[in-house]
């Protein structure tokens, strides 16, 4: 599951990484462009940071193999 997570993460850091560089570059745009440019900027980095965190804070399912049953065996 980290591996996955990890390689997701790689991809959300790439993502995050040209929304800044898009930042940069929408600066030298005519305002009309640059507007529009900057709205879809920052809807990109709140996915990428939103997913980062719904990433990282999932739990591992109950079926998962490396999950400790042996608590549940007690009850």
């Given at each position: 599951m980290?591996?996955?997570?990890?390689l997701i993460s790689v991809f959300l850091f790439a993502l995050l990484?040209?929304?800044?560089a898009g930042w940069l570059w929408?600066?030298?745009?005519?305002p009309t462009h640059a507007?529009?440019?900057r709205i879809a900027l920052v809807l990109c980095?709140?996915?990428?940071?939103?997913?980062f965190a719904l990433l990282w804070s999932a739990r591992p399912y109950?079926?998962?193999i490396?999950?400790?049953?042996s608590s549940q065996d007690q009850q």
């Open positions: 980290n591996l996955i997570r990890t990484l040209s929304t800044i929408a600066g030298g745009q005519p507007i529009g440019s980095a709140f996915a990428a940071i939103s997913g109950p079926t998962d490396n999950v400790d049953h």
